[in-house]
């Protein structure tokens, strides 16, 4: 099966629904989770979720799509260019 999306930049979207769901487009990688946190890579940098009892309810890589349940408090964007370019780590490019 030919993989359409190779070599292609992918739409990134995030769908907000009454801070309980989410669903997003345009992800390369999950990073981390845990009920408090998700940390993904996008097409538009890294993405880190707060929240409280956050779940990924459907997660497929292949098409670069997330579902996400939960109470969620916030979003937060970090610039995935030049990563490990200055030989910092990821976590200390994120908390400065």
């Given at each position: ?5 190779s ?18 487009s ?5 990073l ?15 993405l ?49």
């Amino acid at each position: 099966m030919e993989d359409l999306n190779s070599g292609a930049k992918r739409l990134h979207k995030l769908m907000l629904t009454g801070r309980k769901t989410c669903a997003l487009s345009g992800v390369n990688d999950v990073l981390s989770f845990d009920v408090n946190e998700i940390l993904l890579e996008t097409e538009q940098g890294m993405l880190m979720i707060k929240g409280a009892e956050l779940h990924v309810s459907r997660l497929s890589l292949d098409k670069g799509e997330v579902d996400i349940d939960g109470r969620i408090d916030s979003f937060t964007y970090s610039e995935g260019a030049g990563y490990g370019a200055k030989g910092e780590s990821l976590f200390a490019r994120l908390f400065k």
